[in-house]
């Protein structure tokens, strides 16, 4: 078994849900909020320069396609240590269900 065949065995539940880490973000032009599912197990690549993980994630929102652009770092654990968004802002999940009605 590979590392990487490995590391997905240690973060594969039965349910699957383990993986799933949801990002939730606003547009910064027009504000439309967005949620984004991302799986831990496969959409994160290994950062060789600092350790850890990096994910970058595209995503358009449906009321004015503005492409934004999050930049997101994790640690070994892939527990998220450093985010950045480009032409968005990140938001809550609360804040997300409230814009959303
Ligand atoms: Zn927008």
């Known amino acids: 078994m590979g590392f990487l065949a490995q590391l997905k065995s240690l973060f594969t539940s039965p349910s699957g849900e383990s993986n ?11 504000g439309a909020p967005l949620a984004v599912r991302v799986n831990l197990a496969n959409d994160l690549s290994a950062d060789y320069d600092h350790g850890g993980f990096v994910l970058t ?14 930049e997101i770092r994790f640690d070994a654990a892939r527990q998220v240590v450093e985010r950045k968004i480009d032409k968005g802002e990140f938001i809550t999940r609360e804040e997300y269900v409230a814009m959303s009605q």
């Open 57 to 70: 994630k595209e995503m358009m929102d449906s009321r004015c396609f503005t492409l934004m652009r999050a």
């Open 20 to 30: 799933v880490l949801m990002l939730y973000v606003k547009c910064k032009h027009c």
